[in-house]
């Protein structure tokens, strides 16, 4: 995500020697979702050095300002408002001052803490310190005045952008997501793969017999080739669809840094998975339609109004964002077709993936 509302200082261009001014043709100079936060240091109110560890056991925000950046002044009173919201869903801040405030004049960061985050200011969710030249240049590397990440607890960018006032309510979209193990790294196929738990396993999953009329085929069929994206939460917690589904046994997979791709088995039906990231690929020798009924047989796992797999209860099922009334198993899949399950409650907004280009 690009981030909004960054500013390239001059005397910020001058103390780092950045050469690049920001505008609306040239996205900002950020660290990429998806990336491992850099473990660098910063210093403490206090005075002591911390780490900002490439693993945590939250998560966090972190974020970089100057102490005379007029939105760094509102963001902070943003976050005041909500870092009782932020803690309750397992995240804490780390607000840094860069790096000799950027070549800016302003307060110390205690003395801005304090004047704009009122009572939070002491709030044991919320850290406060000043950022080295070298945390500087890592985490904000284009020499920007108010620049935050969201780091999730196994040290990974989920979400970057800047100015809280204005960004709080997709922020803690963001956040919710991480909570609830929507948002993880970036798969082999360029689609986010949850940070959860499988909702089902493939004991019982097609072996090579033909299902629904769906052959299981010794080559992947191209001639009518689409994608349809899953997603899954139980009870507002993410379920993530394992790889191999339509993958007859024995199976075999590439590993990569972005994981596990699985790449061969016995042979393959029309419908299938080969990674944790949702994404079903129908890879038909015929164009016809398929449905999310079809797919959940392939797997072996009953779908219904009140049952997902293993899991019972009210099913609430959106199709490209919008609210699905009717039996979820005759959803049908498509080119695109992004569909989401809910069994119980809380029923989470819908969430909407990017496809990658080639997918």
């Known amino acids: 995500a690009a981030a909004a509302g960054l500013v390239l200082?001059?005397?910020?261009?001058?103390?780092?020697?950045f050469g690049v001014q920001a505008s609306a043709a040239k996205p900002p100079d950020v660290l990429h979702v998806g990336v491992a936060a850099p473990a660098v240091t910063y210093t403490t109110l206090a005075g002591a050095s911390r780490t900002l560890a490439s693993?945590?056991?939250?998560?966090?925000?972190?974020?970089?300002?100057?102490?005379?950046?007029?939105?760094?002044?509102?963001?902070?009173?943003?976050?005041?408002?909500?870092i009782d919201a932020l803690a309750a869903e397992g995240v804490r801040v780390v607000e840094l001052e860069s790096y000799h405030d950027l070549g800016s004049t302003g307060p110390s960061i205690a003395a801005f803490g304090r004047q704009y985050a009122?009572?939070?200011?002491?709030?044991?969710?919320?850290?406060?310190?000043q950022a080295s030249q070298k945390t500087t240049r890592a985490y904000d590397p284009?020499?920007?005045?108010?620049?935050?990440?969201?780091?999730?607890?196994?040290?990974?960018?989920?979400?970057?952008?800047?100015?809280?006032?204005?960004?709080?309510?997709?922020?803690?979209?963001?956040?919710?997501?991480?909570?609830?193990?929507?948002?993880?790294?970036?798969g082999p196929?360029?689609?986010?793969?949850?940070?959860?738990?499988?909702?089902?396993?493939?004991?019982d999953a097609a072996t090579g017999k033909p299902v629904d009329g769906i052959s299981c085929s010794t080559n992947e069929q191209l001639l009518f080739h689409v994608h349809t994206h899953l997603t899954i939460f139980v009870d507002g917690k993410a379920a993530d669809v394992p790889a191999g589904i339509g993958i007859a046994p024995p199976r075999?997979?590439?590993?990569?840094?972005?994981?596990?791709?699985?790449?061969?088995?016995?042979?393959?039906?029309?419908?299938?998975?080969?990674?944790?990231?949702?994404?079903?690929?129908?890879?038909s020798p015929l164009k016809r339609s398929y449905t999310l009924g079809q797919f959940f047989d392939l797997w072996g796992e009953p779908l219904g109004p009140d049952?997902?797999?293993?899991?019972?209860?009210?099913?609430?099922?959106?199709?490209?964002?919008?609210?699905?009334?009717?039996?979820?198993r005759a959803i049908a899949l498509g080119n695109d077709v992004q569909i989401q399950l809910d069994v119980g409650a809380p029923v989470v907004q819908a969430r909407l993936i990017r496809f990658p280009k080639g997918l």
């Open 307 to 328: 049952r997902v797999g293993p899991v019972k209860g009210k099913v609430t099922a959106f199709v490209d964002g919008h609210r699905y009334q009717g039996n979820p």
């Open 252 to 283: 075999s997979a590439q590993t990569s840094p972005y994981g596990s791709f699985v790449d061969s088995g016995t042979c393959f039906y029309w419908l299938h998975t080969h990674a944790k990231d949702g994404i079903i690929h129908i890879e």
């Open 189 to 203: 196929e360029g689609v986010p793969v949850p940070a959860a738990p499988a909702l089902a396993g493939l004991k």
């Open 55 to 82: 693993s945590q056991d939250k998560a966090t925000l972190l974020w970089f300002v100057t102490t005379s950046c007029p939105h760094c002044q509102q963001g902070t009173q943003a976050i005041a408002s909500n």
């Open 9 to 17: 200082t001059a005397a910020a261009a001058a103390l780092f020697g």
């Open 118 to 129: 009122g009572a939070a200011f002491t709030n044991p969710a919320w850290s406060w310190g």
């Open 142 to 186: 284009g020499g920007y005045d108010n620049v935050y990440y969201l780091v999730g607890a196994d040290g990974r960018v989920t979400y970057v952008n800047a100015s809280p006032a204005a960004t709080m309510q997709t922020l803690m979209v963001a956040v919710t997501d991480l909570s609830r193990g929507f948002t993880g790294p970036i």
